[in-house]
Nanobody, 115 residues
Framework: QVQLVESGGGLVQPGGSLRLSCAAS????????MGWYRQAPGKQRELVAD???????NYADSVKGRFTISRDNAKNTVYLQMNSLTPEDTAVYYC?????????WGQGTQVFVSS
């Protein structure tokens, strides 16, 4: 089992920035890819970005150039730096990781972009 604890969500004005963090614990020795999904009200959950253990990254087109994903393997933590936020980025953001072929989800953290 892998447990994920997210932090860093909140309310921010358009154009602002937030940094999400997600710390993994448990069977961390077999963790491979880590990433972030989001789900806006009335919409399906979608991939925002992910990063391999070696550092290869993948981004949704809607966040390229604004969001940056990174990870600290020593701390078993993945980060999502979100800049130039817009109201369309409002969603619950979920941390995800893969370990021994199983996908694990965090509990989600709310990001609300509004003036």
């Amino acid at each position: 089992q892998v447990q994920l604890v997210e932090s860093g969500g909140g309310l921010v004005q358009p154009g602002g920035s937030l940094r999400l963090s997600c710390a993994a614990s448990g069977r961390i020795f077999s963790i491979t890819t880590m990433g972030w999904y989001r789900q806006a009200p009335g919409k399906q959950r979608e991939l925002v970005a992910d990063i391999s253990r070696g550092g290869s990254t993948n981004y949704a087109d809607s966040v390229k150039g604004r969001f940056t994903i990174s990870r600290d393997n020593a701390k078993n933590t993945v980060y999502l730096q979100m800049n130039s936020l817009t109201p369309e980025d409002t969603a619950v953001y979920y941390c995800v990781t893969y370990s021994s072929g199983t996908r694990y989800w965090g509990q989600g953290t709310q990001v609300f972009v509004s003036s």
